[in-house]
């Protein structure tokens, strides 16, 4: 069936397959053509899909090897913060704390939650952040820019973090790898309230740091 090939695919998730249905079945509908209800069960939301340990070591692996201090940073910090591509390229130079070794997101819905950084991703960020001076930036405060100064964009971060994928033989999203730090920060004992927080689901959890440092 149709929807057993756009799920086969591997590029469209349930709700994806199950909106395309609805149009194509409303269309047919509207010209006049009877049709019988889709049948949509079996299918598999690649939206909830997580790295296994070893895949996501092979991640963390591959980020570390980049050449590129800022890819490298980006690398780590999807591997380990629940960030997203959007919230990445916000990120400004105030939103490191260098002292505390804690990176503050403003989450889509608003919220900021402040997560405490590990050794390597720290450093990673410190050696990017000693190489960003170099460059004339037109962007102000942010702290990703390209080597023409200019803020990256949430697109620009989806490659670098999919071709870090690729190079660790894995076919990954940026999505992926968010699911993968809440399933890894629940597995480790974080209230699941907490884990809602940090990715921007639950606006009224407050998080708390003592416990996520010790989870990576």
């Not at 889709?38 to 092979?58: H, N």
């Not at 050449?67 to 959007?86: E, P, Q, V, Y």
């Not at 900021?112 to 990673?124: A, E």
Request: aromatic share 6%; proline share 2%.
């Amino acid at each position: 069936s149709y929807a057993s090939h756009l799920a086969q695919s591997g590029r469209s998730c349930t709700s994806s397959i199950t909106a395309t249905l609805s149009t194509v079945q409303h269309f047919l509908t509207f010209v006049g053509v009877q049709v019988a209800e889709t049948r949509r069960t079996g299918l598999v939301d690649c939206q909830t899909r997580t790295l296994t340990d070893d895949e996501w070591q092979r991640f963390i692996h591959a980020s570390e090897k980049q050449t590129s201090s800022r890819n490298r940073s980006i690398g780590c910090l999807f591997a380990f913060t629940g960030i997203t591509a959007i919230e990445c390229a916000s990120l400004n130079i105030e939103n490191l704390n260098l002292v505390d070794a804690i990176l503050t997101i403003t989450k889509i819905n608003g919220r900021r939650s402040s997560i405490p950084l590990n050794d390597f991703t720290y450093k990673c960020l410190l050696q990017w952040l000693g190489l960003r001076k170099l460059i004339e930036v037109d962007s102000g405060q942010a702290l990703f820019v390209n080597r023409w100064g200019e803020r990256v964009k949430p697109t620009t971060i989806g490659g670098i973090v999919k071709n870090i994928g690729l190079e660790a033989g894995l076919d990954l999203s940026p999505m992926i790898l968010q699911q993968t730090v809440a399933s890894r920060l629940m597995r480790g004992g974080v209230d699941c309230r907490i884990v809602q927080d940090i990715i921007g689901v639950n606006p009224y959890a407050q998080a708390s740091m003592s416990n996520i440092a010790t989870v990576f």
